[in-house]
C-alpha cells in the first residue's frame, strides 16, 4: 500500500508541474502559426526517432496510438514521466548565438481495465512558443533616422488525455483518445523609431501590435493496429491513427498601440477574429517488426493538413489595417520517422545484457509560410539506452535516456541545431498480481 500512494503521490505532483511548466523553445521560428510542435511521444520512442504508430509493448506507453493500449500487461500499472533539457546554436549570416533551456515533458500512466482493454491517461505538450530578439537597422541614407525593432512570445498548448484500446479480435485492436487542449499564445513586435545617433538619440514614435489567444477544447484520435505473427519469434504490426479537423473556438486578438512621444498621443486599437483558430485533420501510418525481444524496428509517416485551415493575420494595405482569416498562411505537415531497438536478451542475469540499445532519425517538413515561402525543414538523429532499474521489490521498471540532435534550416534565413537531452522514468509496479500464501 505504501508504494501505491507513494506513485500516485508523484503522478499528481508530476501533473502539477506540468502545468506550471515553461516553454521548452527558445526558437525564433516558434512565433509562427501555434509555435513548434510536438511529436507524441514517451521515453522509449525518443530514443527511436519517436516512431510510434505500430509499436505494442505490454509493459510500456505508448500515446502515438490509443490502440497499442490494449497491450498493457494486465498485471501492472505503468507510470512514466520525463523531461527535456537542450542547448540550440543559432547561426544567420556569420553571427551565432546559444541558447539552452529545460522543460518538463510530460507523464503518462497505463493499466489493464478489462480483459483485452486497456487504459492511459497523462499530459503531453502540443505547441511551444518562446522566443526573444531584436534587430536594428537606419530608415534613410544619412543614418539619423533609425528603428529598433524587438520580437518576444511566450506560453504554447498542452493536452491532457485519457484513452482506452480494445483487442476486439485476435491481432485487431482499435483505440480512441479524448483530449482536453489548453493554453495561451503571446506574440509581442514592438517597432521603435529614432532621431539622431550615438548619444543624441530621441525615439519620436513606437508602434506595438501584441497578439493574443487562449485555447481551451478538445480533440480526439483514433487508432488501429494489426499483428501478423511470423513464426514462433517474429511479428509484424500495421498501424494507423486519424485525428478529425474541427474548430477550436478561440478568439484570436490584436492589439495595436501606436505613441508619439514628442506629442505624447497614443491610440489603441483591437482587432478580433472569432473562432479563429483551427486543427487540421491529421493522418498517421506505421509499420514494425518485432523479433522475439530482441529486436523492434519501426516505420512511421504523418500527414497534417494544415493546408485545409485558416489563420488570422494583421496587414495593412492602401494604408487601411486589417485583421482577417489568411487561407494561403498554412502549408501541409509532412513527418516520416524510422527507428529500432536492440536487447541481447531482457531475461539475461547480466546487467549489461538487459539494456536496449535505440536508435532513430526523422525527416519533418514546415506546416506555415514566412513571407508567402515554406518555413525551415527539420532533420534529426537520436539514439538512446533503456537501463532496467533493479532493486528487492521491481525489476521491470526503467530509466530511459536518449540524445537527440535537430536540425531547423530555411534558406536565407536562421540556422538551428539543437542537442536535446531527454530523460525519462518508466515505473512498472505489479498492482494487479495475486500473491499466494503457502
Not at 516553454?23 to 502559426?33: A, D, K, L, R
Amino acid at each position: 500500500m505504501k508504494y501505491t500512494r507513494f506513485f500516485c503521490s508523484l503522478a499528481m505532483a508530476a501533473f502539477a508541474m506540468y502545468g506550471f511548466a515553461q516553454s521548452g523553445t527558445n526558437s525564433p521560428y516558434s512565433q509562427y502559426g501555434f509555435g513548434v510542435l510536438s511529436e507524441p511521444s514517451a521515453g522509449f520512442n525518443k530514443g527511436m526517432g519517436g516512431v510510434g504508430q505500430a509499436i505494442r509493448k505490454g509493459n510500456m506507453v505508448n500515446p502515438a496510438n490509443p490502440a497499442s493500449f490494449s497491450a498493457i500487461d494486465s498485471l501492472t500499472f505503468i507510470f512514466d514521466v520525463g523531461m527535456t533539457g537542450q542547448i540550440t546554436n543559432f547561426s544567420e549570416n556569420g553571427v551565432k548565438k546559444n541558447a539552452k533551456n529545460a522543460d518538463f515533458d510530460y507523464a503518462v500512466a497505463a493499466f489493464r481495465a478489462f480483459r483485452h482493454v486497456g487504459v492511459s491517461f497523462g499530459v503531453q505538450p502540443f505547441s511551444s512558443v518562446g522566443y526573444s530578439y531584436n534587430s536594428t537597422g537606419a530608415l534613410n541614407s544619412d543614418q539619423d533616422l533609425n528603428y529598433v525593432n524587438t520580437y518576444s512570445g511566450s506560453g504554447g498548448l498542452r493536452q491532457a488525455y485519457l484513452g482506452v484500446g480494445w483487442e476486439p479480435l485476435r491481432h485487431v485492436s482499435v483505440g480512441a483518445t479524448f483530449a482536453y487542449l489548453w493554453g495561451d499564445l503571446t506574440r509581442t513586435v514592438a517597432n521603435n523609431y529614432a532621431n539622431g545617433s550615438g548619444t543624441t538619440v530621441t525615439t519620436i514614435n513606437t508602434l506595438t501590435k501584441q497578439y493574443r489567444a487562449n485555447v481551451s477544447n478538445y480533440r480526439l484520435m483514433f487508432g488501429a493496429q494489426y499483428e501478423l505473427p511470423l513464426g514462433k519469434t517474429d511479428r509484424v504490426t500495421v498501424g494507423a491513427t486519424f485525428s478529425p479537423k474541427h474548430n477550436l473556438k478561440s478568439t484570436p486578438r490584436c492589439e495595436v498601440l501606436s505613441t508619439n512621444t514628442s506629442t505624447g498621443v497614443s491610440n489603441s486599437t483591437t482587432y478580433e477574429v472569432k473562432h479563429g483558430l483551427e486543427q487540421p485533420n491529421m493522418l498517421g501510418a506505421g509499420l514494425s517488426w518485432q523479433h522475439g525481444s530482441k529486436w523492434l524496428v519501426g516505420l512511421d509517416y504523418s500527414l497534417q493538413q494544415w493546408g485545409d485551415t485558416s489563420f488570422p493575420v494583421y496587414e495593412v494595405q492602401n494604408d487601411t489595417p486589417t485583421y482577417a482569416l489568411s487561407s494561403s498562411y498554412f502549408t501541409d505537415r509532412h513527418h516520416v520517422a524510422l527507428g529500432g531497438e536492440y536487447c541481447t536478451n531482457p531475461m539475461s542475469r547480466s546487467f549489461l545484457g538487459r539494456i536496449r540499445y535505440r536508435l532513430g532519425a526523422s525527416y519533418t517538413t514546415p506546416y506555415y509560410k514566412i513571407n508567402g515561402n515554406d518555413g525551415p525543414k527539420e532533420v534529426s538523429v537520436s539514439a538512446g539506452l533503456g537501463i532496467p532499474i533493479i532493486n528487492a521489490f521491481n525489476n521491470r521498471s526503467q530509466l530511459n535516456i536518449s540524445g537527440q540532435w535537430v536540425r531547423q534550416a530555411c534558406s536565407g534565413m536562421l540556422t538551428e541545431n539543437s542537442f536535446r537531452l531527454n530523460i525519462g522514468i518508466t515505473f512498472n509496479e505489479r498492482w494487479f498480481a495475486k500473491w499466494k500464501v503457502e
